[in-house]
């Protein structure tokens, strides 16, 4: 059973350019979430979504944008990146259900360097 | 709002000695925690969560934590600690089931 991927491991960009992350899910989940872990900190949460649509969203301007498909895998979109941009995006799948608490599993994440 | 407060960001211990990081949160709601691991280059790997059930929580590895209400602590611990054992480790609570939210990180560092 594959894990959470993502892809790509790695990708450098310069600012202004935009850029695109792909996750596909752990198989059975349909929930997919995004992280930004810029260097020496935690996670921060960017967005979820589930049923193809955003459910929640962290503090992030509207340059962060995604979409979740119909087979639950999922896209990250940023747009006139920034030199702050640089960071790893790390994708977390789960499975949506009638309790509160659903376990995510994270994928190892895109290092993206903006120049 | 919630948040997580890791105490140290950085902690060396002996290999075979015990090794205690430090979590406190604040949520205005019964939290679900959680403690992850993240090796050099990697994406985090669960530790242990706790979901309102027992309050000490044992994980992989031999790590345990102790969810401690009226400390709001959630501190991880394991007996005695192993080289493999040095990495980032990170204190998380679950907002509502959807959102999480992330300490800043405890790196452990392992001495022969």
């Known amino acids: 059973d594959a894990g959470v991927t993502q892809s790509p491991t790695h990708l450098i960009k310069t600012r202004g350019q935009q850029v695109t992350l792909r996750c596909s899910p752990k198989?059975?989940?349909?929930?997919v979430s995004w992280y930004q872990q810029a260097l020496g900190q935690g996670p921060q949460f960017i967005f979820q979504y589930y049923e193809e649509e955003e459910r929640q969203r962290g503090n992030f301007p509207d340059r962060f944008s995604g979409h979740q498909f119909p087979n639950y895998s999922s896209e990250l979109n940023v747009n006139a990146l920034l030199l702050g941009d640089s960071a790893l995006y790390l994708c977390a799948s789960s499975l949506t259900s009638g309790i509160s608490y659903n376990e995510q599993f994270f994928g190892p994440g895109t290092r993206l360097t903006v120049l | 709002a919630q948040s997580v407060t890791q105490l140290g960001s950085h902690v060396s211990v002996s290999e075979g000695a015990l090794v205690l990081l430090r979590c406190n949160y604040s949520s205005s709601v019964p939290p679900y925690l959680f403690w992850y691991v993240q090796y050099p280059n990697q994406g985090l790997q669960l530790l242990l969560k706790y979901t309102s059930a027992a309050t000490l929580v044992k994980g992989i590895n031999g790590f345990e934590a102790e969810f401690k209400k009226s400390e709001t602590s959630f501190h991880l611990t394991k007996p005695s600690a192993h080289m493999s054992d040095a990495a980032e480790y990170f204190c998380?609570?679950?907002?509502?089931?959807?959102?999480?939210?992330f300490g800043a990180g405890t790196r452990l560092f392992v001495k022969a």
């Open positions: 998380a609570v679950t907002v509502g089931g959807f959102k999480t939210i």
């Open positions: 198989s059975g989940h349909d929930t």
